[in-house]
């Protein structure tokens, strides 16, 4: 099970890394919307790998709070762009 952690957690944080770099360089707003939503899709499964392996269930009231936040997030951006994309 530790082997199983270790390889989740490396993975993760390869991921979380790559997707920094997209939202730091990213040409458009949009492109960095995008990766703030996967950054916090990223964050959501650490904390959930975190909760599984730890076997603990407190965490769950978190992950639905930054699930909700996460969509909300995603829909203003996307309602902001559209708005603006028509003017």
Same mark, same amino acid.
């Given at each position: 099970?530790?082997?199983?952690?270790?390889?989740?957690? *490396?993975?993760?944080?390869? *991921?979380?890394?790559?997707?920094?770099?997209? +939202?730091?360089?990213? #040409?458009? /707003?949009?492109?960095?919307?995008? *990766?703030?939503?996967?950054?916090?899709?990223?964050?959501?499964?650490? /904390?959930?790998?975190? *909760?599984?392996?730890?076997?603990?269930?407190?965490?769950? #009231? +978190?992950? +639905?709070?930054?699930?909700?936040?996460?969509?909300?997030?995603?829909?203003?951006?996307?309602?902001?762009?559209?708005?603006?994309?028509?003017?």
């Amino acid at each position: 099970m530790t082997t199983v952690a270790v390889t989740v957690t *490396a993975l993760l944080a390869v *991921a979380g890394g790559l997707t920094l770099t997209r +939202v730091i360089r990213g #040409p458009s /707003i949009l492109d960095r919307a995008v *990766a703030t939503d996967v950054l916090l899709a990223i964050i959501v499964a650490a /904390i959930a790998t975190e *909760a599984a392996y730890s076997r603990d269930a407190t965490a769950l #009231p +978190v992950l +639905v709070v930054l699930a909700v936040l996460g969509f909300v997030g995603s829909v203003s951006i996307a309602r902001f762009a559209t708005r603006r994309k028509s003017e």
